[in-house]
């Protein structure tokens, strides 16, 4: 077998997978096989890249194990297993083509993370469509920014530096974006890079009464309320009036931040309003997310089954079920009786507490409450291995590379090990 190629100490345009911005132009030390952020790195992406741990092996309830025999152990329980779930999926491309293929033989469920904040999205989609941009579009044109609700700031730290507050464009320099959010605004003690924002403090649970509100007034509607969300009807207006002249608008919202009952219809509402500003006007809605390789998980498992998260292949065909194929719902009821728990982008994201027989494929370092049957420490995409991670706009898959050596298998190599198990067992 040729050798590894030698990775020089310093690797320049580095793609970071810790966020769903996946900023390229990350510069990584690897000296010693030490990572240190040298260049446009985040708090994220800091704590993510120097905190990476490279050691451990597998376990089996607890035991050092080799890869071999605990995949041989995995296999075992899958096979006795009448509906094993594949949760978590936090993972690049390869891992979560690999995951599916796993579903599909033994007539498991697939189901992400962060699936329940996800789904506000689709089921906004699915029901009534919207028009949505991409970060190169707001990069370029947009001259109006509206974030709603939720905190882009903790989540997606340099969204501004790259989106915004940039003057440069591929139309010249001197490009302005005036930004308000509506909401809390930012997190106590940060400031946007060049960028002083307007806050409209209003209850972002009561965000759908405002965008009502607003919708009427772009619509010349009588309006006999006084105000909406705990703002008086003069700061609508002005905001009204600041939509209608935006050559390029842009509304962004955070579905995982929307935690209140029925938040879909608050992203409905929303989208909705950028459907009636586009009668007359130029405006595109942004949908974030992407962490934990929730994006990448979608997309892939839209190619392969034509169905995103929450979906089952226990009757032989791919079934979709927000409701019935959820993770919390499938351990509750104790409908599923293996899980199988996929996280190698952060250690923190353990499997859910659970009486039944567990599998984590999972990064090194992570800590559980309840030891689970197998343990397999797997690389870190981006780090340890190569790979893609599709981008929170869905546009692009951007490379991952490999910046140290690593005996760790990535999570496609161990589901094929597991895989490859199944055909002995």
Known sequence: MPASPKIPDAVSNVA????????DDLVVGTEGGRLTVQANGCAIAIAAFEGADGGAGPRISGVAASLADAAA????????SRLPLIGGLATDVEGA?????????????????????????????????????TLSEVRNRAD???????????????????????????????????????????????????????????????????????????????????????????????????????????????????QFPHAELTIQSLC?????????????????????????????????????????????????????HSTARLLARGEADVLLWISSLNETRTPPSTGIPTIVLGRAGMVFEREPEVFIPVGIPGIDHAGHLFRTDRVVALPLQRLRPSTLPSVADAVAAIDAALGEA
């Open 97 to 133: 083509r690999a995951a599916g293929r796993l579903a599909d033989r033994l007539g498991g469920v697939l189901d992400h993370m962060n699936s329940a904040a996800f789904l506000r999205n689709v089921m906004v989609l699915q029901d009534s469509g919207w028009i949505a941009t």
């Open 16 to 23: 970071c997978p810790f966020c769903g911005l996946v900023c």
């Open 73 to 80: 152990t995995a296999a075992r329980l899958l096979l006795l």
């Open 272 to 324: 909705e309003l950028v459907k009636d500003l586009n009668g007359e006007h130029r405006f595109s809605g942004l949908p974030l997310g992407g962490s934990d390789g929730d994006m990448t998980a979608d997309t892939v498992h839209l190619w392969q089954t034509g169905f995103g998260s929450r979906t089952s292949f226990g009757r032989g065909i791919p079934e979709n079920d927000a409701y019935h």
């Open 144 to 258: 109006l920014l509206i974030v709603a609700g939720g905190d882009v700031v903790s989540r997606f730290p340099r969204f501004f530096e790259r989106c915004v507050a940039n003057r440069e464009t591929l139309f010249g320099d001197g490009r302005t974006c005036d930004v308000i959010f509506l909401g809390p605004g930012l997190p106590a003690g940060t400031t946007l890079p060049g960028i002083t924002p307007t806050v409209i403090p209003c209850d972002v649970t009561r965000l759908a009464e405002a965008l009502g509100l607003l919708r009427a007034l772009l619509a010349g509607r009588p309006v006999q309320a006084e105000g909406a969300a705990g703002i008086p009807l003069a700061t609508w207006k002005s905001l009204a009036e600041r939509m209608k002249v935006a050559r390029y608008g842009v509304m962004a919202w955070v579905a995982g931040d929307f």
